[in-house]
Nanobody, 121 residues
Framework: QVQLVESGGGLVQPGGSLRLSCAAS????????MGWYRQAPGNKRELVAV???????NYADSVQGRFTISRDDAKNTVYLQMNSLKPEDTAVYYC???????????????WGQGTQVTVSS
């Protein structure tokens, strides 16, 4: 059983910063890809940023240059540093892990429960 636990969400003023963390726990051998998606009310869930074990990253155009994703493989943890936040960044942010190899040697994908980020004055 693998769990993803997010932390770091909250309320911030426009132009402010937040740092999200997501720790994966369980019987994990390796995780190929970790990342963040978000979903605002009435909208589909969308990719924010992802990072592979090799450090290759992919960002949504809307966050490029403002958000930075990183990971600590020793801790099975992914981070999202969010700067210059805008009201349109308001959403529930979900952690995602894909290519998770466990003791079964099969690969799985997992989602966290989400953390609310609200950007408002």
């Amino acid at each position: 059983q693998v769990q993803l636990v997010e932390s770091g969400g909250g309320l911030v003023q426009p132009g402010g910063s937040l740092r999200l963390s997501c720790a994966a726990s369980g019987n994990i051998f390796s995780i190929y890809l970790m990342g963040w998606y978000r979903q605002a009310p009435g909208n589909k869930r969308e990719l924010v940023a992802v990072i592979t074990t090799g450090g290759r990253t992919n960002y949504a155009d809307s966050v490029q240059g403002r958000f930075t994703i990183s990971r600590d493989d020793a801790k099975n943890t992914v981070y999202l540093q969010m700067n210059s936040l805008k009201p349109e960044d308001t959403a529930v942010y979900y952690c995602h892990a894909d290519g998770v190899v466990t003791s079964t040697l099969y690969e799985y994908a997992y989602w966290g429960q989400g953390t609310q980020v609200t950007v408002s004055s």
